[in-house]
């Protein structure tokens, strides 16, 4: 199921990010794109109502939060006293975010969302990959960041909780 037109209309098929008319669904008609055509029919990089500087934003708008690059320049790692709640290459496309999620909520969410698939190089019972392609609303995605931090903090001892003024029943 993809975006465009259904097989079989008057548009055609869809092959990659490119309409294929009607009328020329015969292989000998069929002229492959070159590389800079295929660039130039790249969409713009909107991602969706969260955008990589919203994401990045937001997971820095939590009590504590800090980014730190351990993997690489190219990867966003978001921790909270020292303990990892988001990872995120934010200049990828489609925008990706891991996020630590309940162990009894992971599956389910795999399972209702194709855009949520198993952490990636992370442990799959207790982290999940959220690709940001439009299926899922922002307000989603967004709580599911602020899951991932209070479960981190949750598990922080007591003082380290109280100096970040987060509070169990205000969540």
């Not at 465009?4 to 098929?13: I, L, S």
């Not at 709640?85 to 309940?102: D, G, H, N, T």
């Not at 990959?129 to 709580?143: E, L, Q």
């Not at 991932?148 to 909780?161: C, G, I, K, N, W």
Request: net charge positive.
């Amino acid at each position: 199921m993809g975006r465009g037109p259904a097989e079989g209309t008057e548009h055609g098929n869809r092959i990659g990010r490119l309409a294929v008319p009607a009328d020329s669904r015969k292989a000998s008609a069929m002229v492959m794109p070159t590389r800079a055509a295929k660039r130039a029919c790249r969409p713009v990089v909107t991602i969706f109502g969260v955008r990589p500087a919203v994401l990045r934003d937001h997971c820095l708008a939590f009590p504590g939060s800090s980014e730190t690059f351990p993997f690489g320049p190219e990867t966003s790692v978001f921790k909270v006293a020292g303990k990892i709640f988001a990872l995120s290459a934010l200049a990828q496309v489609p925008l990706r975010v891991s996020l630590k999620c309940e162990p009894a909520l992971v599956e389910q969410l795999r399972e209702a969302h194709p855009a949520v698939t198993p952490g990636y190089h992370l442990n799959k019972r207790h982290w999940n990959t959220v690709i940001i392609d439009g299926s899922m609303p922002a307000r989603m995605i967004k709580d599911m960041v602020e899951d991932s931090y209070d479960l981190v903090v949750s598990q922080l001892p007591q003082a380290q909780r109280r100096a970040l003024g987060w509070r169990l029943e205000e969540r």
